[in-house]
């Protein structure tokens, strides 16, 4: 066991309190890290808030990159030293992970939301107890994460920590929804609504396929700028005029939208706003959204759910890398960044709008 400090939520909707825990050496099949940066998502403040209270303490966050400390004796693909991307876990033999879509891994609820290993075990102590972790198989706001394999990406040894760690969940999961599930061709429209981290993933990826015009709906004027300075044609507050406008900017409806803020309210001015044929992918949670059947049939328009940006981390996350080094995905203009001591004034900054990606360094 090791001693590591460690950002702990003691029961559902508690703030996260930066505690001494320690930490197992790793498995066979297992990877030691040590961490360098680790993003903040809404994910995360989401499910500190719901989680049951039977699997707390609990150690959230998903988003994390470091430095390799140790690796179990079968661990091939990575050694101490190496700079690496944690990100979701996955078995890596079922049928979904077989035909390369671990996103929709038939054992994701047990390796990603159990507040353990896929056994149930959970590599951290606290006081001498266990302390549950394993978040999205890695559970990386702490100083270390001991992570499966398969959801350890290496990374090039000179990429900033801060531009890795967003990859993780946020970047791939918007530049995926565009990229490998929507495909769009050069010259198509797409809206993006929600102009967060994941919203902007989208943009950029959409900006970097041609897509013409994106635009992007924020209700915050900052995003709004900001969304603009990536490349969006426009970016629009939400109001009750929000469809008439999209129609006018994308020529008669868009081709594409993408919602990150699974409100139904949204996604229902987002069938509206689509031209026939067109296409939603669905990526924020939230309550159920009652649709109008007959817009959906008489225009054909086809609903995606897409979780991770349906991408195979090993081979999507090096593509992303590449995109950022040709200046194509500028994921470093939505950081900022804090002190991992200060965890709670990067949620009350994402909170408030004024830091799109909160991301936490170690020293």
């Known amino acids: 066991m090791r001693p590591v400090r460690a950002a702990v939520v003691a029961a559902p909707g508690e703030p996260f309190a930066v505690r001494d825990a320690r930490i197992e050496e790793p498995r066979p099949h297992e990877v030691l890290v040590r961490m360098t940066a680790a993003g903040l998502c809404h994910t995360d403040l989401a499910m500190r808030a719901t989680w049951p209270e039977p699997l707390t303490p609990m150690v959230f966050g998903h988003e994390g990159a470091g430095l390799v400390e140790a690796v179990g004796a079968e661990v091939t693909g990575v050694a101490p030293g190496d700079q690496v991307c944690l990100t979701f876990a996955s078995c890596g033999t079922c049928e979904q992970c077989a035909a390369g879509h671990p996103a929709y891994c038939l054992d994701a609820g047990a390796l990603n939301f159990s507040g353990g290993r896929g056994d149930g075990s959970t590599v951290l102590s606290l006081d ?3 302390l549950h972790g394993g978040f999205f198989g890695q559970s990386s706001f702490a100083t270390h994460a001991v992570v499966h394999e398969r959801g350890v990406v290496g990374a090039p040894a000179d990429l900033p920590a801060t531009v890795l760690a967003p990859l993780g969940c946020g970047g791939q999961t ?9 495909r769009p061709e050069p010259g198509s429209s797409l809206v993006v609504l929600g102009a967060g981290g994941v919203g902007l993933s989208a943009l950029m990826a959409a900006v970097a396929s041609g897509c013409d015009p994106v635009v992007a709906v924020d209700p915050v004027p900052s995003r709004r700028v900001l969304a603009t300075g990536l490349g969006a044609k426009a970016a629009l507050a939400p109001d009750d005029d929000l469809v008439t406008a999209l129609r006018d900017l994308t020529g008669g409806g868009a081709r594409h939208v993408v919602d990150t803020t699974g409100r139904p309210e949204m996604i229902r001015q987002a069938v509206g706003a689509l031209r026939p044929r067109g296409e939603l992918a669905l990526l924020g949670l939230g309550p159920e959204v009652a649709f109008d059947v007959r817009s959906l049939l008489y225009k054909g328009i086809r609903v995606h759910g897409v979780v991770e940006g349906d991408s195979d981390p090993a081979r ?15 994921v470093d203009r939505l950081v900022t960044t804090f002190p991992f001591e200060e965890i709670e004034t990067a949620v009350a900054a994402m909170r408030d709008g004024s830091a799109v990606k909160p991301v936490l360094t170690f020293g």
């Open 128 to 130: 001498g107890a266990p």
């Open 174 to 182: 918007g530049a995926g929804t565009v990229l490998n599930r929507l």
């Open 316 to 330: 999507f996350l090096p593509e992303l890398i590449g995109l950022y080094r040709r200046g194509l995905f500028p």
